[in-house]
């Protein structure tokens, strides 16, 4: 069979190949969005002077990144929904409950990665730097927020980029839970016409093109703000 | 514009499905290793699934696999695989045949070549009654769910083009998400939605099979191109099944009114390989 490009580059396949990768950077876009607050906020739990939350901080990541990311997303697709009421599981369904349990899995497993990256950041920062903030009479609160977590988040930021990338390639696994994503759409290609070569060659090129856009974001960043020794 | 590539770049294209490999000889293949693996879905009663009480696959389609195996005279392997890997799976010869609920159509016959048809049926849909469908045309912009790769989805695009399709990846979670609430409508082949519908019990009265058929499908076995040495031995197989009565006998075991399917009366015979185009 030759493999045939004008396929993927116009046409009806293309145009739901496209639309999967349109699916694709949303999800990624909008996990990162609602993952990074949740992230600094457990990341904070975990250090907070309060041991009760320290707890449940570390039962929430430990959970979250023992379970694989496919039953995460089932989980939040076909079992979470179901114990909501009824009015409100209606209201759900009759939207797009698809992205919004991909969004949900997906945000609560990148965060869980994202927290323990921005925990190293905070505790790579010298004690004696909070110590100052707490003898000056800053809480912990305005300690964080004011002294480390502006030196924290700069060097966290190549390993959150690292996660991103993970983020990125883990919407893949949406498609089991029918969003219409890149593999969604590869897959459908693949059964309508049976060119199973040119619709994954799309896929394939697809995540490593975005996948590459992100490492070089890294890379740009580490060179215009190398990590400083504090 | 169209490229041809070399055989390099196709190995580096993940998921590729790659043109059959050159056997020499297939058949003397499975003599030689002494087994014959069939490709089945494990997920589908009652062409294939897992005996709760056993553990093991069993199903229409395992017997007719058995079968073949016994003429051959080597031990049948079962190796469970998705419905959307099942053309490439055979084609790159990592199962002999195809026990798959594989629907015999047009478009695949340019892939794989296939045996005497096994099962004649057709897809229906299944919808609650509180959406107050009653018609297949009823579905048009309304959020419809079935299996990722196999001829559910066309068939149902073809029927009614503005109809919502989600997939997953087993049937089972498709009927799952109706009854959940997740779409209006369950699309599958008759057996498997027939079988399904059944296991409802008493929840039966809130839900309703439409009466149209989707299409009508032939199921069959699916063999590698370019072996006629297997297509007519499995052929023969499926002959002598027919001849000797124990197709029908298969068919009541697995289709038939003891069945969790319940079909009253066996429509079809296994005498064609021929579909209607």
Known sequence: MQFDLSLILSGKYHDWLLSGLGVSLALTGITLLLALPLAIAIALCRLAPIKPLNWLALAYVETIRNIPLLAHLLFWYFGAPELLPDNIKEWLYSGNIEAISAVAGLTFYTAAYMSEDIRSGIRGIPVQQIEAARAIGFGFMATMRLVILPQA?????????????????????????????????????????????????????????????????????????????? | MRIRLSHLTIALILGASVASAAHADQLSDIKKKGELVCGVLGTDEPNSFVDPKTREIVGYEVDLCNDIAQKIGVKPVLKQIAVAARIPELQQGRVD????????????????????????????????????????????????????????????????????????????QAFLGLQQGKGVGYVDDEASLLNNYAKL???????????????????????RKGEPEIKTLVDGVLRDLEKSGDAQKLFVKWYGPNSNLKFQTRTFKIDSDKIEG
Not at chain 1, 186 to 197: H, I, L, N
Not at chain 1, 216 to 227: G, K
Not at chain 2, 127 to 141: C, E, F, H, R
């Open chain 1, 153 to 230: 988040l700069r060097i966290t930021i190549p390993p959150l980029i690292s996660q991103t990338l993970n983020l990125w390639k883990n919407t893949s696994i949406a498609t089991v839970i029918g969003v219409a994503e890149l593999m969604y759409q590869a897959q459908k290609v693949e059964t309508d016409s049976f060119r199973s070569t040119e619709a994954f060659a799309f896929a394939t090129a697809s995540y490593l093109g975005v996948s590459l856009v992100i490492t070089l974001l890294a890379a740009l960043y580490h060179h215009r703000y190398p990590v400083r020794n504090v």
């Open chain 2, 97 to 172: 045949i195809l026990t798959a609920s594989l629907t015999h159509n047009k478009e695949r016959e340019g892939l794989i070549d296939f045996s005497l048809s096994t099962f004649i049926t057709g897809q229906r849909v299944l919808v609650k009654k509180s959406s107050g469908i009653t018609d297949v045309a009823q579905l048009a912009g309304k959020k419809v769910l079935t299996v990722k790769g196999g001829t559910q989805e066309p068939n149902l695009k073809r029927a009614v083009p503005t109809a919502d399709v989600v997939t997953y990846e087993t049937t089972v």
């Open chain 2, 201 to 223: 019990g008493a929840a039966q009265k809130d839900y309703l099979v439409l009466p149209q058929s989707l299409s009508t499908e032939a199921l069959a076995i699916g063999i």
